[in-house]
């Protein structure tokens, strides 16, 4: 299973940007996906998640800024980040949990993709 994820770079405090991630690989379904963070010097934290019924669920800091959603048929998941702040500059990375077509399932990482956020 890879997860390839799409949409970092440059942008202005009060920009937006919409990050995607792509799933590919030894998969029979998605139980939920999400966009964890990292800062430099710091830990890296969940951001948001949405489960393959559509439950979400987002960290305090960026509720009302930041919307995830899924196209389940494309395996592909999406967050779309509005009015950035300098505070969200970071490492994304998406995470999925997958059912696997052969072997159980477990839990995979992109490869993280740089937001930052500067005028």
């Known amino acids: 299973v890879q997860l390839q994820a799409f949409g970092g770079g440059l942008v202005q405090p009060g920009g937006s940007r919409r990050l995607s991630c792509e799933a590919s690989g030894n998969i029979f379904s998605i139980d939920a996906m999400g966009w964890y963070r990292q800062a430099p010097g710091k830990q890296r934290e969940l951001v948001a998640r949405i489960t393959a019924s559509g439950s979400t669920n987002y960290a305090d800091s960026v509720k009302g800024r930041f919307t995830i959603s899924s196209d389940n048929a494309k395996e592909t998941w999406y967050l779309q980040m509005d009015s950035l702040k300098p505070e969200d500059t970071a490492v994304y990375y998406c995470?999925?949990?997958?059912?696997?077509?052969?072997?159980?399932?477990?839990?995979?990482w992109g490869q993280g993709t740089l937001v930052t956020v500067s005028s």
């Open positions: 995470n999925a949990v997958v059912r696997r077509l052969i072997g159980g399932p477990g839990g995979y």
